[in-house]
């Protein structure tokens, strides 16, 4: 017959150094610890110049981590003095400037060069207020209708700093400029670069919807899609492309009555009625204009 594994003492493993009387098991643990102590000291002792080495060492490690952290806390507020400084020159600058001189490529190096250079150089720090400055400066060149230039700012605020607050705003703001890129582009007649360009500013709104589902820029960014695709109509009817610009304008209208729906989401950020229906008076305007060409484009 197998026998029986009975619980007892003698089944637990057993460590051969362990003392069973606790009067020896306490007198072995104060000599272990002095024995310990001993040779530490020893060591110490025996090899002075390697501990005292090993010591500074460590001293200096600690000294430069501490006058680190201090030279970039002492950076970072320099910076910002900088930022809100450049800040402070554009708002007095562009005041200044005439609306019919907006146009003006070249009129960013005369009137508010010191806020450009600020922000450039805030651009090359680390931290929140590098971040800023790329957008702040996307705010520039957008002001004085530079729009590419904006849009390269804006994108690289996206693209780079996706944990950034306000990446979401960013993105709103690449897609209106690149939509105001494309206007002018088809006010240059350039109708297939603009046609491109507000395809790439459709592109962006619907990641904007991917990816910010709850973002309350959605109403006005579904409103820019279907002016986009309405202007990508009227170049394609300029170009003799019939064919796809029913599709465009088909398009146009469905954004703009998502742009109402999106709108509906978000009533409560307005706080009134009125409100809800300005925006679909206006939304409303847009889709009859479209359905109007639309008609003619049928006939025709």
């Known amino acids: 017959m197998a026998e029986k594994n ?16 606790k ?8 000599d272990w610890f002095f024995e310990l102590g001993s040779k530490v000291t020893k060591y ?15 001293v200096f490690i600690l000294a430069g981590i501490l006058f680190t952290n201090y030279m970039i806390k002492k950076s970072h507020l320099k910076t910002s003095d900088q930022f809100y400084s450049a800040t402070s020159d554009f708002a007095q600058k562009v ?51 530079n729009f590419d230039a904006a849009s390269g700012y804006f994108k690289d605020i996206y693209d780079k700093n996706k944990d950034f607050p306000f990446s979401y705003i960013a993105l709103h ?6 939509i105001n890129s494309a206007y002018y582009k088809q006010s240059k007649k350039e109708y297939q670069k603009a046609i491109d360009t507000y395809q790439a500013a459709i592109k962006t709104f619907d990641t904007q919807e991917q990816k910010f589902p709850k973002s309350p820029n959605l109403p006005t960014a579904f409103r820019m899609i279907g002016i986009s695709w309405e202007y990508i109509a009227e170049c394609q009817l300029l170009l003799n492309q019939k064919d796809k610009t029913k599709t465009s304008f088909e398009n146009s209208i469905k954004s703009y009555k998502k742009a109402i729906e999106y709108f509906k989401k978000f009533q409560f950020l307005t ?27 049928n006939k025709s």
């Open 95 to 145: 005041q200044k400037i005439e609306s019919d001189k907006l146009n003006t490529g070249k009129l960013l190096d005369k009137d508010v060069t010191n806020a450009v250079e600020g922000y450039s150089q805030l651009t090359k720090a680390n931290g929140t207020e590098a971040v800023l400055s790329m957008f702040n400066l996307g705010v520039i060149y957008y002001s004085i209708q």
């Open 173 to 178: 703001n690449l897609g209106t400029s690149l």
């Open 6 to 21: 009975i619980p007892s003492e003698d089944n637990k493993i057993i460590n051969p150094k362990m003392k069973h009387v």
């Open 44 to 58: 110490i002792y025996d090899n002075k110049k390697k501990v005292l080495i090993i010591c500074l060492s460590f």
């Open 23 to 30: 009067g020896q098991q306490e007198v072995e643990t104060v």
């Open 271 to 297: 706080e009134a009625d009125h409100a809800l229906q300005s925006f679909t008076d206006k939304i409303n305007l847009s889709i009859r204009r479209v359905e109007v060409k639309l008609n003619l484009l």
